[in-house]
T-cell receptor
Framework: DQQVKQNSPSLSVQEGRISILNCDYT??????FLWYKKYPAEGPTFLIS?????DKNEDGRFTVFLNKSAKHLSLHIVPSQPGDSAVYFC???????????????FGQGTILTVHP | EPEVTQTPSHQVTQMGQEVILRCVPI?????FYWYRQILGQKVEFLVS????????KSEIFDDQFSVERPDGSNFTLKIRSTKLEDSAMYFC???????????FGSGTRLTVV
């Protein structure tokens, strides 16, 4: 099941710079997308989401961009901080009205390392 | 901030034994889920539960698996006869009808030997 793919297993960024994490999906029926951050020995923590009716959503240092025609989304973190070092998962779902319940399909994750 | 609590954090069991993984979801949430992550692989959906019944399950969730909400607070995942390939991190999650994502617990690491 490769419906959601994160093709970069890892990303290394200098503190203060921008981190860009990418995600592609194949199921055009997905209409709600989420990013999660995960530290070792913890569960995924919700970061930010976007509905398919939007192309951008911003929350502090985190911005998610959605390109529906390309079936691509990206997470931008500006400025990156060492505490951002974690595994980042994108997830997608079929939803009714953009609500948060229902099955999530996850990507494989990208390990982000932010160097001081 | 409300949390989803999972116990135990680590469970070691012999192949063929039954295990019960426990979760206490956030109290005002209505939807409950189990996911698992085999080491080095994706987080995979197992089952969702709403209004005291399963609302959706994956092909992984076969007859060896069951879920229950025995009282108003706990949500359990039972594996009847564990196999080596059931070794994974099991995450419980809950959500309401809002626009935020689920809240996940910290997981139970199940090791089948």
């Amino acid at each position: 099941d490769q419906q959601v793919k994160q093709n970069s297993p890892s990303l290394s960024v200098q503190e203060g710079r921008i981190s860009i994490l990418n995600c592609d999906y194949t199921n055009s029926m997905f209409d709600y997308f989420l990013w999660y951050k995960k530290y070792p020995a913890e569960g995924p923590t919700f970061l930010i989401s976007i509905s398919s009716i939007k192309d951008k959503n911003e929350d502090g240092r985190f911005t998610v961009f959605l390109n529906k025609s390309a079936k691509h989304l990206s997470l931008h973190i500006v400025p990156s901080q060492p505490g951002d070092s974690a595994v980042y998962f994108c997830a997608a779902k079929l939803s009714a009205g953009g609500t948060s319940y229902g099955k999530l399909t996850f990507g494989q994750g990208t390990i982000l390392t932010v160097h001081p | 901030e409300p949390e989803v609590t999972q116990t135990p954090s680590h469970q070691v069991t012999q192949m063929g034994q039954e295990v019960i993984l426990r979760c206490v979801p956030i109290s005002n949430h209505l939807y409950f889920y189990w996911y698992r992550q085999i080491l080095g692989q994706k987080v995979e959906f197992l089952v969702s539960f709403y209004n005291n019944e399963i609302s959706e399950k994956s092909e992984i969730f076969d007859d060896q698996f069951s879920v229950e909400r025995p009282d108003g607070s706990n949500f359990t995942l039972k594996i009847r006869s564990t196999k080596l390939e059931d070794s994974a991190m099991y995450f419980c999650a809950s959500s309401d009808r809002g626009r935020r994502g689920y809240t996940f617990g910290s997981g139970t690491r199940l090791t089948v030997v």
